[in-house]
């Protein structure tokens, strides 16, 4: 199956993607000769890839009965320092919050979006080593 | 350098991430229990590849001068069919508008992005085969 984002250029450095029907603005930085209308692209592919491991992740819990009470996911991209500057490193932090969250299912959840549901995760994992971290939080 | 993107869970499926401190909300399909709040976080990385290469190609063209009247981008990811489902094939159409357009610079700065600069195919090409097409429309 193909999917397809069309990609239009505004001005100067700024585009609109036009993703699953919504628009989203990207644009570089001041630095670099755009006006920060938007996310920057590169970051976005983090966003893209918390995005779909956090899917995979409430859809497993939400199966296995745990109930959070919060969820959130910081990814961090280690940019190689020579050009292209590429994330060769990521992280991805898992912050569950809930009562007597039990860790084992948690940790079953993330383990089976990163080896098996996340295509996202599959994809970059060729070019990036992926780490993740489970923390809970009362 | 390291960059940091985060993503907190709303509710079912969907998720808001803050990227470059704008707020996406992402969201699964209906058919997958979403509720199609937002773009799916898959083809967010075709839209992060199209802006970072897009990018690079309208700052390299007006370094050389080229005056365009649009410039449009397709990217077209082909999903594998056995899960964990990612983009094993992706295809980059570059669409250009205008008068004259020198095909040999414009063939320039799209290859020096690919092969240079962009830090998105970079990543995305250790697990993909990226192609790209140029296409020059008067």
Known sequence: MEEKVDIN??????????????????????DVGGRGLGPRPKPLTLA???????????????????????????????????????????????IFKGKDLPLEKLEKAVDLSQERYCGVSKLLRNGAEISHEIRIEE
Chains 1, 2 share one sequence.
């Open 9 to 30: 250029w505004m001005e100067e450095m700024s585009f609109e993607a036009n993703v699953d029907n919504f628009k989203i603005v990207l644009d570089a930085s001041e």
């Open 48 to 94: 893209s890839l918390g995005g779909c491991t956090g899917m995979d992740v409430v859809s497993m819990l939400k199966k296995m009965r745990v109930k959070l009470d919060s969820f959130d996911i910081s990814v961090i991209g280690e940019l190689t320092e020579e050009h292209p500057k590429y994330y060769h490193k990521i992280k991805i932090i898992y």
